[in-house]
């Protein structure tokens, strides 16, 4: 579960609705009509925009802002400098029986063992990275443009409202409710902008961020092992992709305990 995720958006919740309800009626903030127009014309909107697959895939990524964990990149290190220690004790046919979660370094690993050419490897890990670059952009491309259709079906809604209550000026009692229904349809749209579609647009792009930073440690990690370098020169190479403050220093005897040595 991503803490900051669920900090974030039940404090915006509360922070909402507490001057909802400081403010007088609740009441007021309630609009069925306006709902259905915000959420059915973004969804709407967005689906003309992208096929449903996209839509869906996305929908499913979403889910992951709040549960996925993340991947420490020390973690990423660890594993490569255990996995280029054990091709120096037992050869590089030993790499097709490591066991790890990751399928892009298990497909590394397994064309290591194989034998295959180094430029074979190199163009296959770059086109992994590539591939998932562009499918986490089109997961945050759709929730940019729900960011940005929100908002403007609001505004729509408004314009609905303000020619229902023009249509209504003969009687000046009804002006100002009328007036509450057509600006709430604004505030629907800003509100699932800000607080739900542009913010999941930005976690994925963080999340993305991180998981190309370990691709890229698994990329030049499997070059290193197939170059049979050094664990300690392999670690100080890797390393150099983590921030200092948060980068783990190189220890042998941990990986050994982890190695059951």
Do not use: W
């Amino acid at each position: 579960m991503d803490i900051a995720t669920i900090l974030g958006i039940f404090s915006g919740l509360a922070l909402i609705f507490g001057a909802i309800v400081s403010g007088g009626n609740v009441q007021t903030f309630i609009s069925i009509p306006s709902v259905m127009i915000v959420a059915g014309g973004t969804l709407a909107a967005t689906l003309i925009t992208f096929p449903l697959n996209e839509v869906f895939h996305a929908f499913q990524a979403a889910k992951q802002v709040f549960a996925q964990k993340k991947v420490d990149p020390n973690e990423v290190v660890r594993l490569i400098i255990s996995v280029a220690n054990l091709s120096r004790r037992q050869g590089l046919v030993a790499l097709s029986k490591v066991r790890t979660d990751n399928a892009v370094f298990k497909k590394a690993l397994n064309l290591i063992a194989d034998g295959a050419p180094e430029e074979l490897i190199r163009q296959t890990l770059r086109i992994e990275i590539e591939a998932m670059r562009q499918r986490h952009g089109v997961a945050q491309d759709v929730f940019k443009k729900m960011g940005t259709y929100a908002p403007a079906f609001g505004m729509l809604g408004t314009l609905i409202g303000l020619v229902q209550m023009l249509g209504t000026l003969d009687d000046p009692k009804t002006i100002g409710p009328a007036m509450a229904v057509a600006l709430i349809t604004t505030f629907y749209g800003s509100f699932m902008a800000s607080l739900f579609f542009l913010p999941v647009a930005g976690k994925l792009r963080s999340r993305t961020s991180l998981e190309i930073i370990n691709l890229e440690i698994i990329f030049e990690g499997a070059l290193s092992i197939l170059e049979n370098n050094n664990p300690m020169l392999i670690y100080e190479q890797l390393s150099s992709f983590i921030p200092p403050k948060v980068r783990e220093g190189y220890q042998p005897e941990k990986l050994k305990k982890e190695q059951g040595g």
